[in-house]
């Protein structure tokens, strides 16, 4: 039955509501852009702020979320615990060479964008000024380039400290073995 209302993903709004409370707080963390009080996750997923709370302190004792001291405390998303967790993540799911043939791609990528555009970073190419110069290129063509430029440098960045993190375990595995 195709319209079943477990067809699907939730929608947005209750996209955590079948979890349990630890996962409707981590998934609300996970969508959260700035600072939030224990009491706003828990009116967020309905639950008691003071289960919120002993999660929100769990999880910052992780380094998931950073507390925020203050009257109220407040918790926010802490991205360089997800920065890590991704490198550790590709370290540990790809092998050295898997890992140096993506770095080298994403550099070739990089380097046809700043030959393309003639600058060394996407902040430095002004969109506008392309787009005035050029006959059969658009704004939107333009500012795609620009992002998936953007995502190449940030994936080489990654992969790059996935290697190096694989190279150096692999050293030291030759090294003890």
């Known amino acids: 039955m195709a319209d079943s209302p477990t067809d699907g993903p939730p929608p947005f709004e209750d996209a955590f509501s079948g979890d349990d409370v630890e996962q409707q707080i981590y998934g609300t963390v996970l969508q959260t852009r700035e600072p939030v009080t224990a009491s706003a996750i828990a009116d967020q997923i309905d639950c008691d702020p003071k289960t919120a709370r002993k999660y929100l302190n769990w999880f910052a004792d992780l380094g998931i979320v950073t507390q925020h001291d203050g009257h109220p405390v407040t918790y926010e998303r802490n991205d360089a615990y997800f920065e890590w967790r991704r490198i550790n993540q590709l ?19 990089i380097k046809s964008y700043e030959d393309e555009y003639d600058v060394a970073s996407p902040a430095d ?8 110069t050029s006959v059969d290129t658009s704004i939107d063509d333009v500012y795609s380039d620009l992002a998936d430029w953007m995502t190449a440098r940030q994936e080489r960045t990654r992969y790059e400290r996935a290697r190096q993190q694989r190279a150096g375990a692999t050293d030291h595995e030759q090294a003890s073995g």
């Open 125 to 132: 190419v002004d969109a506008l000024a392309v787009v005035e």
């Open 91 to 109: 370290a540990a799911r790809h092998s050295l060479e898997e890992l140096q043939q993506r770095v080298r791609t994403l550099t070739t990528t």
